[in-house]
């Protein structure tokens, strides 16, 4: 069965640091990869999502993740944090599933930043 | 504009009453969702539709109904049987048609019941 596990409930950066979200998956197949973003109150936005081709994909807001089959991870980074990216963050993986395309979400990342 | 679109923001209602919530979309996206948001827990999936008249339960389908009576809309309602109502409602959308995995979330609807 598909999962995702996202181990770092809550992490907590100073502004202009790195940042790095780690993101596992469990699924037999090729993965569909997604990050999503949500501030406070809201739905989430699309960040960034893997199908197929170069392992590195880059997304809205500066954000980039790293599709590594050989450790079933795709991990979120941010080479500049800014003030405005705290939020909570979710991983997802694309899985068939009954006859349709469903995703199934990690627990979500919470990030704090600080001045 | 383009996109999903959630009513209300925020919905209180007393314990035993069912309650509706709206989620509309202009995408025309074939496919639609309803999640369920608790703290610590991620999104659970309660009902998924991908195409009119059509609709399976999801993981968490319990105390809740769907109806998918026009391609724009997918109304979600809590019935007195959902034990813990109060949480947080989202609806996505996705164009399954082309295999997307790739889902559209509306901002939202905080239901609290007391």
């Known amino acids: 069965a598909q999962s995702v596990t996202q181990p770092d409930i809550h992490i907590t950066v100073s502004e202009g640091a790195s940042l790095e979200l780690r993101c596992n998956y469990s699924y037999g197949a090729t993965p569909y990869l997604f990050w999503y973003v949500q501030s406070p109150g809201q739905g989430l936005q699309l960040l960034l999502k893997?199908?197929?081709?170069?392992?590195l994909v880059q997304g809205i807001k500066g954000f980039e993740a790293e599709f590594k089959r050989s450790q079933s991870s795709f991990n979120l980074r941010k080479p500049s944090v800014h003030w405005s990216d705290a939020a909570e963050y979710f991983c997802a993986v694309g899985a068939y599933q009954t006859g349709a395309n469903n995703l199934f979400f990690g627990t979500g990342t919470r990030l704090t930043v600080i001045p | 504009d383009g996109g999903i679109t959630q009513s209300p923001k925020y919905l209180f209602r007393k314990e035993g009453q069912n309650v509706t919530l709206s989620c509309e979309q202009n995408l025309n996206h074939d496919a639609m969702y309803w999640y369920r948001q608790d703290p610590g827990q991620g999104l659970r999936l309660i009902y998924y539709s991908q195409i009119v008249n059509d609709f399976q339960k999801g993981d968490i389908a319990e105390g809740y109904s769907v109806s998918r009576e026009k391609k724009e809309s997918f109304p979600l309602t809590v019935t007195s049987a959902q034990k813990n109502p109060t949480a947080f409602y989202l609806c996505?959308?996705?164009?399954?048609?082309?295999?997307?995995?790739?889902?559209?979330f509306g901002p939202g609807t905080r239901l609290t019941v007391t």
């Open positions: 893997y199908f197929s081709g170069d392992t």
């Open positions: 996505a959308s996705s164009a399954s048609r082309q295999k997307s995995y790739e889902q559209y």
